[in-house]
């Protein structure tokens, strides 16, 4: 067997070694995922369905949950409203630097605009969710 073969060989099982744990660890992501969620309905549907104070606590477990998801949106679009407004920031540079005559730096704008557009849409697109009255 050549060097060519055996390197061929090497790569594929390389290659149908990765894909298959990622496809592995996606889909045990997805199974537990499914079993939180399973658990976490079944809990607030026994804390609804008790009388008083359990029903009040779990409407309270899901605004507050529903604060937390709204929080965490709008820091996703400003974290990555930022890094786009970096990277175009630097690929204007680079091109700059790269081809001084033409004004082909003026692409780094396309990539600005859209992390500029990304973090002004974290104040337009998500919602307040007020803190619940106590």
Request: hydrophobic residues 50%; aromatic residues 8%.
């Amino acid at each position: 067997m050549g060097a060519d073969v055996a390197v061929f060989v090497f790569l594929s099982i390389g290659a149908l070694a990765l894909f298959s744990m990622i496809s592995v660890a996606t889909w045990s992501g997805a199974r537990q995922k499914e079993r939180e969620a399973y658990y976490k309905n079944d809990m607030l549907k026994k804390l609804a369905e008790s009388q008083g104070a359990g029903a009040a606590s779990a409407l309270e477990l899901l605004r507050e949950e529903a604060i937390i998801g709204s929080v965490r949106t709008k820091q996703g679009l400003k974290i990555a409203g930022l890094v786009c407004f970096a990277a175009g920031l630097g690929v204007l540079i680079f091109l700059r630097a790269m081809v001084p005559d033409e004004p082909v730096y003026l692409c780094g704008l396309i990539v600005m605009l859209v992390g500029a557009a990304l973090y002004g849409g974290s104040y337009v697109v998500t919602v307040p969710v007020e803190a619940p009255s106590k």
